[in-house]
């Protein structure tokens, strides 16, 4: 293997696209205010969105090019989980900013949270296990992993959304200070306790299993550890890796910051958008969920065409997870500094469609291969809410 160079780390397409990326970023900074000001009208808040559309999901891609990269240098799971974390610290950006806007969204973090379930474990999951299912018959995972992603959805979100329509509260779905205070509180005790399991004492259940195995023995997680150590070690000796990580974080910094430098601006034309089109308040958490999401979605989908169908899994599932334990905090965090009304609680439809994605997860990852016709499943019901968006 060749030893990597500056050339190859930092390429003139990247290059270039950090360029452009700052160009807009810097036209923003400068004239943002006067261009998303009252002047504002139908016709440039679409050419600015579109304009803001583009670089966001750009540097997106960026993230995720810079991620993926580092994700092969370190292993399993620290890769997925840089990649995963990137993606969501986007999102709670860019729902931070919506909420700090000059409209009123109090429910932007519960739309945001659980359009990213929806698109994550049903559209890309479906799309997942359909077309690895397709190219390879049935797809093997580390089951005993998958259900602990799974435990903690479950955990996170009956805490987080639904637990607030079946409390006194603060009235009308709303938590109270001290307990918004406590369960972010817990939230975060509970995500960074799985991180360290995660990363530390069982990172065997995250890891692809040896084909015909749906799991990786506790006992035999020494010798998996040190298997992947040693490929890492050696990818360093042969790579130069550690200045190769340097530089890819400095790069993948240099995309990030603009996506929070512009999240204010694209807050501003999507609230204008939704209020002048009168279209349902949803479309704002799904919008933030698909241009954050898309390009992690691709990165998942790629790996189940590669028959790394637990590197989907650590993508998807470990992203709604981060989604979870790192947007509720942060939301029920920012309402209390800003005095901002925050509502979690999930009307009637949502709990249904929460439920019944937690149930078919379940039956589709209970230690069994994947199957096309799971995969199918998972799509009708993502159909099934996006019909609901606009008739419900």
Known sequence: MKNANSTSIFPTKTKV????????????????????????????????????????????????????????KLGEPYGTLILTLSIVSIEVILISAVM????????????????????????????????GGLKYGEQEYNAQGTMSYIAMIIMLGGIGLMLPNFIQGAGGGRFSDTQAILLALFIIFLYGIFLFFQMKGYKHLYVQPKVGSM??????????????????????????????IWLRSIILLGMILPIVLLSHNMAVVVDYGIQSANLPTLLGGVLVAIIVFTPESMTAVKAALNNEFQRAINLCHGAFVSTVGLTVPSVLIVGLITGKTVLFGMNSTETILFVITLLLSLMTFLGKRTTPIMGVMHLVLFAVFAMLIFNP
Not at 113 to 129: A, D, E, K
Not at 224 to 240: A, C, D, M, P
Request: with cysteine; aromatic share 10%; charged share 20%.
């Open 17 to 72: 696209r950090l360029a452009t990326i700052w160009l807009i970023v810097f036209i923003f900074l400068f004239y943002g205010n006067a261009i998303t000001g009252e002047s504002l009208t139908p016709w440039l808040a679409s050419t600015l969105f579109l304009v803001l559309l583009f670089t966001i999901v750009g540097a997106a891609f960026g993230v995720v090019k810079e991620a993926d990269e580092l994700a092969h």
């Open 100 to 131: 700090l806007g000059p409209g009123e969204n109090p429910t932007i973090g519960k739309d945001s949270i659980f359009s990213v379930m929806m698109i994550i474990m049903n559209l890309v999951i479906g799309l997942c296990i359909l077309l």
């Open 215 to 244: 799991e990786i023995l506790y006992k035999d997680r020494l010798l998996q550890e040190q298997n992947q150590e040693t490929e890492v070690i050696s990818e360093k000796t042969t790579t130069k890796a550690n200045k190769e």
